[in-house]
């Protein structure tokens, strides 16, 4: 038996990495009776058939730390935000959902800021900073002016990271430029249809040579909360954390509560406005989600 990952799927077959090479590999049929689908970044032990042609099969999948859904991707332990300065604007709610999201899957996040050469004014420092207080990494990059990718790169290293976002904020020229070749499809999704190309894609683990996985995922642009009620909203906001226990009424949800901590926290300046803004709105949003369920 040989440990491997399972780098993508393609009608019905697997590509495994291991130290000896990438083989194709077909799943045993006890996955498909228990209708369990192998996803790429699956650990997985597989057995050998043919070691020239390297063939084999998937034998055993080991649990899985994480799981995306769109795209279904195994084992993510980092996802990159990308958002744009500029063109398309910035989407803070979607990128807070996004946020939300990844602090329920207990995945770590960083928040990419691409385009900064479209930023005249260095708009993206305001931007940074509202998420560095909610103590979140920051990066501000840009392809077109070969800037940030250091960072990004140290970020990336040794981690299986996701690139999610808007469609055309630059997930996959970024990619495209950490792998340091052309991989990834770019462009306006009408260009790409125009052209009539083939624009679905399976997700797939791309190696970086500096050690760690990415995975392009193709954009969208908006998404429901979904597996949680406004009382738990707050615990997936790292930066109110620190004030739980401490507000004047147990159960505060930190919106018009008398003796607020997170409210105090705000006024002084150490929180983000716009952050707790759009957290209300989440909170109402999910609320009036609950009340029509319930009546
Ligand atoms: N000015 C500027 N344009 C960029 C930059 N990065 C990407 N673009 C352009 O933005 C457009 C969209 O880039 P993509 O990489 O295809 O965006 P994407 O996020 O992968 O989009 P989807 O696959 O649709 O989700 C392309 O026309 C790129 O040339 C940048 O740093 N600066
Ligand atoms: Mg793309
Ligand atoms: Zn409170």
Avoid: W
Wanted: glycine fraction near 8%; hydrophobic fraction near 35%.
């Amino acid at each position: 038996m040989l440990p491997g990952i399972i780098i993508k799927g393609i009608g019905g077959f697997y590509y495994v990495k291991t130290e000896f090479g990438l083989f194709e590999c077909k799943a045993r049929g006890i996955f498909r009776k228990d209708s369990f689908t192998p996803l790429p970044g699956d650990k997985v032990s597989i057995s050998v058939s043919n070691q020239d042609e390297k063939v084999g099969n998937i034998e055993e999948i080991f649990p899985r730390d994480s799981q995306l859904i769109r795209p279904a991707v195994a084992n993510v332990n980092q996802i990159a935000i990308v958002i744009a300065i500029k063109s398309p604007q910035p989407d803070f709610t979607l990128l807070d959902k996004l946020l939300i999201t990844v602090e329920q899957k207990d995945i770590s996040a960083v928040i990419c800021i691409n385009k900064i050469d479209l930023d005249k004014d260095m708009e993206y420092k305001n931007v940074a900073e509202s998420y560095q207080k909610a103590g979140y990494r920051v990066l501000a990059l840009s392809s077109a002016i070969e800037t940030g990718f250091d960072e990004l790169e140290s970020a990336l290293k040794d981690k299986t990271t996701a690139f999610a976002g808007q469609s055309g904020v630059g997930k996959s020229t970024i990619l495209n430029r950490v792998l340091d070749s052309y991989v990834m499809e770019t462009g306006k999704v009408s260009d790409r249809i125009e052209r009539g190309r083939h624009t679905t894609r399976h997700a797939e683990l791309i190696e970086l040579k500096s050690g760690g996985f990415v995975v392009d995922t193709p954009g969208f642009s908006s998404f429901e909360l979904s597996g949680l009620e406004a009382g738990e909203l707050q615990n997936f906001y790292p930066e109110f954390r620190q004030y739980f226990g401490r507000c004047k009424f147990t159960g505060c949800m930190h919106i018009s509560e008398p003796e607020c901590e997170v409210k105090a926290a705000l006024e002084r300046g150490i929180l983000d406005y716009g952050r707790h803004a759009r957290y209300v709105e989440f909170c109402n949003m999910l609320k009036e989600k609950q009340r029509k369920k319930y009546s």
